[in-house]
């Protein structure tokens, strides 16, 4: 297979200032557009626990394996991002280096491993869980009722849950409600499931924040304790500094907060969500032992990057690779398993089959059998 694409040219003052509005950004196409001035590359090879893996990205992903510096996955912090992107004037060698140090932890690489195990196994025939009496529910993403096509309700997920024989539901938090806020929803949510006999949370985007923050009011209490995994994808776990960049720049700020108060959307949650040593989500998570947590981060290159994202992915590409909504150094969570979603963004418009979405789930209830 043969594709055609387009290397940006990044140079040392990076990407001048290409914040769009919130209005903008919420209306944009999520799809990837192609540039006329591209270069034909083969992708006819596997590697990284990558299919179909393109010249261009074996390049990248082999030279970060060779990179000498920070070894370790732990140590690709902001800093060492920034650092990384800087000196090689390319955001995409350090979301390889990333990728490629995030699969080699021996937890992850476990991980990934049973997944092509396991996902040819759920492609003959699915298990019924129907009598375990778990359920799975969704904690969703800002904007989940107004602009249901991106996915940020999980329907999917959500429905891939149901054929395994579990039950169900949406959390129905506000969707641009307050981390505290909607985090105090999920805890009396929660409780309030005496119906089952195990949850596994799922969180998608800012919903991630949402159930970091309720971790965070109520993770020890007798009720969360049938809480037996947490399915995070694409979360803003630390907040975003496109949040930061908006509330600072007069003429974005208006425009946002006019799109705001026209929709009737509360502008106090979408600044829970900024960045910062002042923001609600400025703290460590401290996962509970009796919750398995699988971390899903979107890794995308340029080519790759949605209409949808790219103008906040160019404008973040100045303090690092980022999925298009996060820096990728704030959407580690390290006592979980983390799955690197190589060539998606923020919006995973990338398919991922459907059999490895339900052999995540399948991971957990194997897991934590002895829970419930």
């Excluded at 990333?98 to 992850?108: A, C, T």
Aim: proline content about 5%; hydrophobic content about 40%.
């Amino acid at each position: 297979m043969t594709v055609r694409w387009k290397s940006p040219y990044i140079n040392s003052c990076f990407i001048s200032l290409a914040l769009f509005t919130t209005a903008c950004h919420v209306d944009r196409e999520a799809s990837v557009r192609t540039d006329p001035e591209v270069r034909e590359v083969r992708c006819d090879s596997s590697g990284y626990f990558i299919d179909n893996l393109c010249e261009d990205e074996k390049e990248y992903l082999d030279w970060a394996a060779a990179f000498p510096e920070y070894p370790e996955f732990g140590d690709l912090d902001q800093q060492a991002l920034r650092t990384v992107t800087k000196e090689t004037l390319d955001p995409d060698k350090a979301a390889a280096l990333f990728y490629q140090r995030g699969i080699q932890v021996p937890r992850n690489r476990a991980f990934y491993e049973y997944l092509n195990r396991k996902e040819k196994v759920l492609r003959e025939q699915l298990p019924d869980y129907s009598d375990r009496n778990v359920l799975f529910a969704v904690v969703p993403g800002m904007f989940y009722k107004d602009n249901p096509t991106i996915g940020a309700d999980g329907a999917q997920i959500r429905r891939l849950a149901a054929q395994l024989g579990l039950k169900q539901d949406l959390v129905e938090v506000e969707q641009t409600g307050t981390v505290a806020e909607n985090a105090q929803f999920i805890c009396d949510y929660v409780k309030s499931r005496t119906d089952v006999n195990a949850i596994i949370l799922a969180s998608v985007s800012k919903g991630s924040g949402d159930i970091k923050k309720a971790l965070q009011i109520c993770g020890e209490d007798p009720g969360f304790q049938k809480v037996i995994g947490w399915f995070n994808i694409g979360g803003i776990n630390k907040g975003t500094l496109l949040i930061n960049e908006i509330e600072n720049h007069w003429n974005y700020k208006l425009e946002a907060r006019s799109y705001f108060c026209w929709n009737g959307y509360d502008w106090d949650g979408f600044l829970s969500m900024r960045a910062g040593p002042d923001a609600p989500l400025n703290f460590e998570i401290d996962i509970p032992d009796h919750i398995l947590l699988i971390n899903v981060i979107a890794v995308p290159i340029y080519r790759f990057v949605t209409e949808r994202a790219k103008p906040y992915w160019l404008h973040l590409a100045q303090f690092g690779p980022n999925d298009g909504m996060s820096l990728l150094a704030d959407l580690t969570i390290p006592e979980g398993i983390t799955w690197l979603s190589w060539r998606n963004d923020h919006y995973f418009r990338n398919a991922i089959p459907e059999s490895k979405m339900q052999a995540f789930i399948v991971y957990i209830l194997e897991q934590q059998n002895n829970r419930y």
